[in-house]
T-cell receptor, first 115, second 117 residues
Framework: EAEVAQSPRYKITEKSQAVAFWCDPI?????LYWYRQILGQGPELLVQ????????DSQLPKDRFSAERLKGVDSTLKIQPAELGDSAMYLC?????????????FGQGTRLTVV | AQKITQTQPGMFVQEKEAVTLDCTYD???????LFWYKQPSSGEMIFLIY??????QNATEGRYSLNFQKARKSANLVISASQLGDSAMYFC??????????????FGSGTQLTVLP
């Protein structure tokens, strides 16, 4: 069964270090989302791609976060430098485009701890 | 303003009983979709059920049904015959139509459901 792949599953990093997360969406899914989920809260959208283009990054802290999807397939989210407040679950999701009733499929997430 | 509101931080239900998880939403877009996801302690988000704004009937998927009241802007999830494995966090989400192909998916704060044996 097709699934969204994310790596790593867990990451511990020191404050001020750089960290990167990788996501491979379901084949054929043009839309890719990166969400941040703080423990006990709902996911918050960081960035949304349509193919290789960013369509929404209004909530992405651009001074330290960057995201790319160069060939419109897999994507990387980077944080540099990491701060203690960045500790959270980072979820990647993908969906088909064209109709509003297509659900987003999520990966298992990357749990980041900044120490 | 919150687009998705889930007012129940935690709910308890006895095994085999039914439970309703509340969700209200705010949008001025006539075309939108409502989703419910389950998130077990492992962290993965699992899609449960979908309701479109133009759907005439309430959505059902196995033991899950969605009580859609458009005028009240509510989309409550009903789980029938609760099982211990239903214990998880449940999120309501909405996708609004937008210009071009940008269809944002916005989540509520979630409800932690605990099924008691």
């Amino acid at each position: 069964e097709a699934e969204v792949a994310q790596s790593p599953r867990y990451k511990i990093t020191e404050k001020s270090q750089a960290v990167a997360f990788w996501c491979d969406p379901i084949s054929g899914h043009a839309t890719l989302y990166w969400y941040r989920q703080i423990l006990g809260q709902g996911p918050e959208l960081l960035v949304q791609f349509q193919d290789e283009s960013v369509v929404d990054d209004s909530q992405l802290p651009k001074d330290r976060f960057s995201a790319e999807r160069l060939k419109g397939v897999d994507s990387t989210l980077k944080i540099q430098p990491a701060e203690l407040g960045d500790s959270a679950m980072y979820l990647c999701a993908s969906s088909l485009v064209g109709t509003g009733n297509t659900e987003a499929f999520f990966g298992q997430g990357t749990r980041l701890t900044v120490v | 303003a919150q687009k998705i509101t889930q007012t129940q931080p935690g709910m308890f239900v006895q095994e085999k009983e039914a439970v309703t998880l509340d969700c209200t939403y705010d949008t001025s877009d006539p075309s939108y979709g409502l989703f419910w996801y389950k998130q077990p302690s492992s962290g993965e988000m699992i899609f449960l059920i979908y309701q479109g704004s133009y759907d005439q009937q309430n959505a059902t998927e196995g033991r899950y049904s969605l009580n859609f009241q458009k005028a009240r802007k509510s989309a409550n999830l009903v789980i029938s015959a609760s099982q211990l494995g239903d214990s998880a966090m449940y999120f309501c989400a909405m996708r609004e139509a937008a210009s071009g192909s940008a269809r944002q998916l916005t989540f509520g704060s979630g409800t932690q459901l605990t099924v008691l044996p």
